[in-house]
């Protein structure tokens, strides 16, 4: 975990004692794997991969709700309002090898609106930790939904998973589609307006 992860702000600041545990077991699969882990190359490897993954599951230091709650504005605004194309970088919690591609957000406002950079750290804060694409999903929506109370909230995932592609199944070329809707996008037209402007990104 990372150091006073309080702030969203402050991802570069590593425990030293979990970065050392994290490293001392990195050297050990290392060597697992029939490398020789004192050679020039490889000697920094460890501290290099506990640094590294904590940076990319560094989302369990950070409270979403909180971010979200920290930018909240009173606005009459009732239109829906649409941040797509958010660039989505996560990790299977089966295989811990990454997924990714794109999310698109809408919320139609019922009061109060966030700060649009908002909405792109709550999906890094939910997405750098071991997740399925599902769950990332629903839980950018829920958290919205609760912060907001919004008439309603949108969210398609589109990602590619690294262990379909680069073992197992090994399909290169399939991507994932998930969405999840609250309220108004539960209803047929709003959903499709939704759907038509994100259309150009889905496949
Ligand atoms: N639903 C869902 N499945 C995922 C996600 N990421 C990875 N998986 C799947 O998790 C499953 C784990 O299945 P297992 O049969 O236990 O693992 P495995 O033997 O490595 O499976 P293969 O990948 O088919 O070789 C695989 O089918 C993966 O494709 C995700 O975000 N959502
Ligand atoms: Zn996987």
Redesign the pocket.
């Given at each position: 975990m990372i150091k006073e992860m309080k702030s969203y702000e402050k991802i570069e600041q590593y425990d030293t004692e979990i970065t050392e545990s994290l490293a001392d077991n990195y050297r050990i699969i290392i060597d697992n794997l029939g490398e020789d882990v004192t050679r020039e190359g490889l000697e920094k490897t460890p501290e290099r991969i506990a640094k590294a993954i904590q940076y990319l599951t560094h989302g369990y230091g950070l409270d979403p709700l909180q971010i979200l709650k920290s930018a909240l504005f009173t606005e009459d605004h009732q239109q829906m309002i649409v941040v797509k194309d958010i660039e989505v970088y996560s990790m299977?919690?089966?295989?811990m090898l990454p997924?990714f591609g794109k999310a698109h957000v809408a919320y139609i406002p019922n009061g109060k609106i966030v700060g649009l950079s908002k909405i792109p750290r709550v999906v890094d804060a939910y997405a750098r930790r071991m997740?399925?694409?599902?769950?990332?999903t629903d839980q950018i929506k829920n958290c919205i939904q609760e912060a907001l109370n919004p008439l309603g909230v949108a969210v398609v995932i589109e990602?590619q998973?690294m262990?379909?592609q680069m073992?197992?199944?090994q399909k290169q070329n399939s991507v994932?589609t998930?969405s999840s809707f609250t309220g108004a996008f539960e209803k047929d037209k709003t959903r499709k307006e939704f759907i038509s402007l994100v259309a150009n990104k889905l496949s």
């Open positions: 299977c919690e089966h295989h997924f997740q399925v694409q599902e769950r990332l990602a998973h262990c379909m073992r197992g199944i994932t998930t």
